[in-house]
């Protein structure tokens, strides 16, 4: 079983997101960046199915130099091998820019992987586009927000999150996995795992190495505008008797707010 | 001209999907003329009149016995078809499971950008400006597409349904070639949760807790508040959900699920920046929490401060009072 696990750089979600206007982009100083939850989810997976089934999992991280420190997180949890694929561009929200960058490497670089696994969506560009377009781009099936995986010889069934219950999606390997939270408890890196990943070294793939031209690179998306939500307004807090308390916000959602 | 995908369950068109629908219409200057809707499936044309009573110009029904059950690959190879086809300006999914699962695909096929899960869209100098939330709601981007068409992902819940008019428009049936490669993933079963809980994005008041309920046993006064409202559903917190009191399918906040419901009851929840992002679009927020400066006041319009485990049955009891009257 050869996996690849992709993983994204991203501000831990206990972040206070400040704009810049002059840019339209993310203030990234006093930011504390961290693996995207949901592909932590996807390197835990990886690393179980490696202990049942055996094989190698390869992290790869598409971004800026300082990706590197996620893929050495992806090495100290047990990835075999971790790569960068260095792209120096800002955050495009273009998913489809990034899912061409990653399908070519998987073509020239990464090629024979039986799986890719990805976090549902990053935290931060809320997304969710990158590993669906991945699997179109190389043809590949897919299961998306997932929370059960079974591998079975070449064949493997998901489930799924839907509205109101699950879907089982019937997969024939290779194929492209997206994790949702629900689907593993993430290990804890280890002492010695991180010492060894220290040592080990984290190749770097360019992107003109990959043969990708400028229309394969330019952002489909043009962004327009870019702020942070008008704070909420406190309203009225009531105290005292619960009963009274209850009746009282009662009335105000009914006669004032118009919600029941 | 503007497709709207409809997405199907149990032989009918989902409510998202004809949000989208009259959106769109809303978009073509108020024209049903100026949309189409888009089914896909074995046999759907049948489906084609909830799409007409919103005065869609053309219902088009892509079948194939291959389409019976949901396939990422068969249903983007189907949509790209029809784009290919028909070349609406605009092609939108509703943000659902299925939607934010076929919409990147069919973006992919057709080399064209895609902007995920928008709460507003206007038309502006021609082109759609489409308006989503990233952080879960810490920001907001404003963003134009520079491909065609222009392909986007509408939140349920957030757009208003149109009003019926007298059906018009035609329905175009398709018949779609799907070869055996663009089946290797697929559907192979639904199971609806045996509650059939409603879903915290899809309802319209989300009754919520967090560390303040004590245990998950204690989540039982939040469904008996939710079961005496109308579409209520019970959310959590993430540190209700990561201390094992309730499924994560309940969580709301930066790694759970953005809400955006009438009305938000935080029970319990002391308001951490990453619950917050989740819910603050919501239209109304209550919170009863016994610490006065627990943050989430901040964000509520309304609240209480008292011990949830006096005021919320009270609360339950007086909203079956007076939606009985």
Known sequence: ????????????????????????????????????????????????????????????SVGRDEAVTVLRKCLAMGADEAFLVKDDAPETYDGLRTARIIARAVERRFAGADLLLFGKQSVGA??????????ELLGLPQATVVTKLEVEGPAATALREVEGGMEKVALTLPAVVTAQKGLNEPRYETLKGIMAAKKKDIPVVKLDELGLG?????????????????????????????????RELVRLLRDEAKVI | MIAVFMETRDGKIKKSSLEVLSEAKRLAGGQGTGTAAVLAGAAVADLAPGALALGAA???????????????????????????????AALLFAATALGRDLAPRVAARLGAGLASDCTKVEVKDGRL?????????????????????????????????????????????????????????????????????????????????GRGLKGPENFALLRELAGALPRAAVGASRSAVDSGWIGHQHQVGQTGK????????????????????????SKFIVAVNKDPEAPIFKAADYGIVGDLFEVVPKLTEEVKKVLAD
């Open chain 1, 1 to 60: 079983m050869n996996i690849l696990v992709f993983v994204k750089r991203v501000p831990d979600t206990e972040s206070r997101i400040r704009i810049r206007h002059e840019t339209r982009s993310v203030l990234e100083e006093g930011l504390n960046f961290v693996i995207s939850p949901y592909d932590e989810f996807a390197v835990e997976e990886a690393l179980r199915l490696k202990e049942r089934l055996g094989g190698t999992v390869r992290a790869v």
């Open chain 1, 126 to 135: 809320d997304n969710a586009q990158v590993p669906a377009m991945v699997a």
């Open chain 1, 214 to 246: 400028p229309d394969d690179l330019a952002s489909r998306v043009e962004v327009v505008g870019l702020d942070v939500p008008a704070p909420r307004q406190a309203g009225k807090v009531l105290q005292g008797d619960p009963a009274e308390t209850a």
């Open chain 2, 58 to 88: 053309a219902v088009y029904a892509l079948e194939s016995p291959a389409l019976a059950d949901y396939s990422s690959q068969a249903y983007a190879l189907a949509l790209a078809g029809f784009a290919a086809d028909v070349k609406p």
């Open chain 2, 129 to 209: 400006v489409f308006t989503r939330p990233i952080y879960a709601g810490k920001a907001f981007l404003s963003l134009a597409l520079k491909s065609s068409p222009q392909l986007a992902t509408l939140r349920p819940n957030v757009f208003p349904l149109g009003e019926s008019v007298p059906p018009a428009g035609e329905v175009v049936r398709v018949a779609v070639d799907v070869p055996e490669s663009a089946l290797r993933g697929r559907v192979a079963e639904v199971l609806k949760e045996e509650s059939a809980e409603l879903d915290v994005t899809e309802a319209e008041i989300v009754v919520s807790g």
């Open chain 2, 258 to 281: 953005t809400v955006s419901p009438n009305l938000y009851v935080a029970v319990g929840i002391s308001g951490a920046i990453q619950h917050l992002a989740g819910m603050s679009s």
